[in-house]
Each structure stands twice: as C-alpha cells, then as structure tokens.
C-alpha cells in the first residue's frame, strides 16, 4: 500500500473528501461510548460477585483465631500477605496490605517523605530547594497528578520499548535534587512495555546524586496478562540488594482490578527499614486497615493457582477487546505511514501514535462523534504533549461489540486528522505554483 506522503495531491484530496463524508455519516449515528480511564467492565467485575458472601456469617476469624471485624493488625492478616508476597517478589514480613486504593498508598508515602523524609534522608524533602521526580513518558497521568500536588518538579525521559531510556535516565540522576522516578514495569501504562533485566539492573544500581533516592515501582498489572504467556520481570528488591542500595525501591500494587475495583486491596512492599518507616507513619492515620475484606480476597482466591485462574478469566474477556481494536486500526490504518500503536500483552491500554500536532484534534472528532478519549497530553507531566501526537485508548470498560464501533471511529478520526494535516502541508506549495 503507497504510504499518505506519496499520494499524489489530487488523490490526497480526493481520499480527505472521502474520509470526511465516512466521518459525518458516523457521527451522525449519535452515539455515546466512553474509552477515557482503564476501567474493570461489568463483565469483569462479575468474575468477584462471589467475594459479595464473604467472609460469611460468625466466619471472620482469621487463622490465628482472631475476630478480624475489630481494630489492629496494621500491617495486614499474614495469611493475606502471604498470599500476595509471590506478586510482589518478596517475603510476607516485607508486605503491607491497605486499603483498596495503591494510588491512595503512593499519595501518602510522598506526602510523609515531603513531611519527614524516607530513611537515609538527611531532612525532609520539603526543605530542599528544587526537588524533582523523573517521568518516563508516556507515562501515568495521576502519577504526575501527585507530583503537581506536592510541587515537586517532572522532568520527563523517554521510554524506549523495554524500559526508560537509562543513559537519559544515569545522566540525569546524579542531581542530588532528584528524589524519584515513576516506573511501571511490566505492561507499562499506558504503552504495555516490559522493562527488560538489563534495564531493571541498571535502574538498581543507579548513580544516584541523592542518598534518599527512590524508585517508585508501581507493579500494577503484575498479573494482568493478555496472552498465555505470564511474563515475569527481573525482581527489583534483590537487585537493589546486590547493588548495595537495598532501601532504593518502593514496591506498589492492588487488587482493584482483580476483584472488585472500589473494594480491591492495596499492597506495598519494600525493604524492611522501609517496611518499619511506612508503619510507624501509617500508625498515626489508622488503627488497622479492613480486615474482613483481607479476608474475603484470601477465601476467595485461595492461593496463586487462584488468582491465576481468575486472571485467566479476566483475559477471557478483555483480550477480545484490545484485538478489536488492533484490528481496526490495521483496516484503516495499516500501511499508509501514519500512525503507529502498541499490541502489549497485558496491562489496559492501547497507545498509538500520529502524526505531530493531530493528537488533539483526533480527540475533538472523536468528542463530536460521540467518542469519549482519554484528553490529549495526559501520558505526558503538566497534561502538554510536546509533540501532540500520543492517544491513551482504553478498551476495556465498553461491552466488546461497542469497542468495535469506537474503533473503528477512533481509526476514522486518526486517518482524518492525518489528511487534514497533510492536505495543510501542501496547500502553502500549491499556492505559489
């Protein structure tokens, strides 16, 4: 297929005129879907509705007999950090379990290392001039939500395929002002990339300008794979060990998008001087996290076999959504040389990328046909894409037969968006001739 930069201005024209004709009879379908966040579907969602008659009548005492409706066990039931500790790598005594939200744990342990410092910090990081996180990009939006919220500064770095680009990355980290860097690595949101060993190794042994550093691992679609293949990665705990770092890393997970996504649990786990500075924080915030629902997870999914099984249902369901939408955009899309997206293996989303300067637009025809997107420059620090090219797609949430359509209108928008642009570039030539 001849790519859109060798059409001859006759045809481009002709091929726009066309596409805005298919774009008006879609748009005037009316329809209302929405592909903005990387929510859990109904149908997911139902895989847990067992979870709903647990712990059971008289039958919350955990297994050292005690009545797990009252207050205490800040840490977490042990058999549920158990069950989680092989998710995150870890031993039991190295995991904490929260509440339902990772995103609510990462908010606090930079609010309390902002306030007091993280062991090895010689004062809190408020009391430095400029302190700054690395951001690989694209990256997680609310990741640089709480870093706006903080002040503290987002220096974006590039990601490369199988992780951040590490000479950006070594370069960079020798300022003592920078405190941390966002990574998560294993099905990356939003491009799905796993970050390879050589990566993580040298993330580990980083030259860090900052004796409190820290890598903020948000290991949050650990087991959310959408291929048979259970990708591992290298574990991060043992390489900070081995690379005399051994409080580096920050482990980060949840359940939220296991079991119930407003009732999930939320997991931290890290070194044990780390593991005894998180306690004696959270111990001023609460008395003990929800313990019935520690034990409803542990009930429910019994063991790794378990979860497995249930994760296994879950790509049952979503895969199918994210080969919809792989196959739209090769239908439109494929061959013309403007536009390349990711097919990630796990994880929640979708990222492609345009033309510069389209990605905005692509967003506003969608609006107009009734397409909730993701807003353009959200996967970039300050919500501003510097190359206006990065769309976020989220299939997961629409039923699969509505992933469908709004691939196929997101594919129309992209392809739009191009020629516009194209058509634009050559208008300035055909004037002067």
């Not at 092989?86 to 379990?97: E, Y």
């Not at 990708?231 to 409080?247: R, S, V």
């Not at 004696?280 to 790794?304: C, E, I, S």
Request: glycine share 8%; charged share 25%.
């Amino acid at each position: 297929m001849t790519t859109l930069d060798r059409v001859p201005d006759a045809e481009l024209r002709a091929l726009l005129d066309r596409t805005r004709t298919e774009y008006e009879a879609f748009r005037a379908r009316g329809l209302r879907l929405d592909m903005t966040r990387g929510k859990p579907s109904p149908e997911q969602l139902d895989l847990a509705n067992g979870m709903l008659t647990l712990p059971g009548n008289r039958d919350w005492h955990t297994e050292a007999g005690e009545d797990a409706r009252n207050y205490g066990g800040l840490q977490g039931l042990p058999e549920a950090r158990a069950l989680f500790a092989p998710v995150l790598g870890c031993p039991p005594d190295q995991v904490v379990i929260g509440d339902n939200s990772s995103l609510a744990l990462m908010h606090d342990v930079v609010a309390w290392a902002m306030l007091h410092g993280v062991p090895g910090s010689s004062r809190p990081w408020t009391r430095e001039e400029a302190p700054a996180f690395l951001c690989p990009v694209p990256g997680y939006d609310r990741h640089f939500t709480i870093l706006d919220a903080f002040g503290i500064r987002a220096i974006p770095v590039p990601l490369l395929g199988n992780g951040p680009d590490m000479d950006v990355v070594e370069d960079l980290v020798r300022d003592p002002a920078v405190k941390g860097i966002w990574c998560v690595p294993r099905y990356s949101n939003p491009t799905g990339e796993i970050y390879a060993e050589t990566t993580i190794r040298r993330l580990a042994a980083l030259p860090a300008g900052a004796p409190d550093f820290r890598l903020f691992w948000d290991d949050a679609y650990a087991v959310h794979h959408l291929t048979e293949r259970r990708h591992a990665i290298a574990n991060i705990l043992d390489l900070t060990a081995e690379a005399g770092h051994p409080d580096r890393a920050f482990l980060f997970a949840s359940t939220s998008k296991v079991t119930l996504a407003g009732a999930g649990l939320a997991l931290f786990a890290s070194s044990p001087a780390n593991v005894r500075w998180f306690l004696a924080r959270a111990a001023v915030r609460t008395v003990g996290p929800d313990k019935l629902n520690q034990l409803r997870h542990v009930r429910f999914l019994r063991d790794m076999e378990g979860l497995h099984r249930h994760m296994d249902a879950h790509r049952a369901v979503v895969a199918p959504r994210f080969d919809a939408v792989h196959d739209a955009l090769t239908a439109r899309l494929g061959g013309l040389g403007i536009a390349r997206w990711t097919k990630p293996e796990g994880g929640y989303f979708i990222t492609v990328d345009g033309p510069d300067g389209t990605a905005r637009r692509v967003v506003a025809l969608a609006k107009e046909a009734g397409l909730g997107l993701t807003p353009a420059g959200a996967t970039w620090p300050g919500g501003v894409d510097p190359y206006d090219r990065t769309l976020r797609l989220a299939p997961t949430y629409p039923s699969l037969p509505d992933v469908r359509v709004a691939a196929e209108g997101i594919s129309l928008c992209i392809l739009l968006a191009a020629l516009e642009r194209g058509a634009a570039a050559r208008a300035p030539a055909e004037t002067a001739a």
